[in-house]
């Protein structure tokens, strides 16, 4: 779901977007889990989310804080 959101951001804001590290490496992991789950490893997905999902939480924890443009 995360991966599916960030993908979309991707598409429809892609400055906001781009504020987030490895957004584009998050979107393509997502669907190599996704579309070649047979050929997972169980190690990098743990690994991965143990490395990158506390950063990625707090980019968009930042992103959500900002007061919103009133243009």
């Given at each position: ?36 789950y047979d050929r997972v490893d169980e190690s990098v997905v743990w690994d991965n ?23």
């Open positions: 779901m995360i991966a599916e959101a960030l993908y979309r951001l991707l598409r429809s804001d892609p400055g906001t977007a781009s504020r987030i590290a490895k957004i584009e490496q998050i979107v393509a992991f997502r669907n190599r889990l996704v579309h070649l989310t143990q490395d990158s999902l506390h950063r990625l939480m707090r980019e968009v924890a930042g992103l959500l804080a900002e007061p919103d443009d009133p243009a």
